[in-house]
């Protein structure tokens, strides 16, 4: 007997499922700024879990609960966003194929990475999400307060781990 799975779709109006105050320009804005987030922050979480497993070196405790600490964050980022999109009538993909798809980052070693890399690392991988948070606020609270709200406290989270990733590598 087969064991294949076929996926279950339901046939949504062409309303969509989720009633919005936005309209479809405004939903077509704000899903273009936080899809690609999302991605962002499922990617740092599965990187920064990824090095939590692998780090060694002389640090390797304080910098294994960092990385814990700064995964749980993540995780929490992208379900908040993840949520907004629903909000406003937006279905959200964090499926392992679009983030692996999607994410400009290259994957995180395979093996045992030495606290020094570890740090760089992140360190590299924040500012750049960072980066991209804040160019993604542009115009947005034009558009969607709420939504520039949440970016807003979420870039404000990125560049304190920046400050805190960075500070190490003095």
Excluded: C
Excluded at 72 to 79: F, N, V
Excluded at 96 to 102: F, I, N, S, T, Y
Aim: avoid cysteine; proline fraction near 5%.
């Amino acid at each position: 007997m087969s064991t294949t799975k076929t996926p279950r779709t339901t046939a949504v109006g062409a309303a969509g499922a989720v009633r919005s105050t936005l309209d479809d320009q405004a939903k077509a804005q704000v899903q273009e700024r936080l899809q690609p987030l999302l991605v962002d922050l499922l990617d740092l979480s599965l990187t920064a879990k990824q090095l939590h497993w692998n780090v060694v070196g002389p640090a390797f405790r304080p910098l294994h609960l960092q990385l814990d600490e700064v995964t749980d964050q993540y995780r929490l980022w992208a379900d908040d966003v993840a949520e907004r999109m629903t909000s406003v009538g937006i279905s959200p993909d964090g499926r392992v194929q679009r983030v692996a798809g999607d994410s400009p980052a290259d994957p995180a070693p395979a093996s045992w990475t030495h606290q020094t890399e570890v740090v760089a690392a992140m360190s590299d991988r924040i500012e750049a999400v960072a980066t991209a948070t804040r160019q993604r606020l542009q115009g947005l609270g034009d558009v969607d307060v709420a939504s520039e709200d949440l970016l807003i406290e979420i870039l404000d989270g990125l560049e304190m781990q920046l400050w805190m990733f960075s500070a190490q590598q003095a």
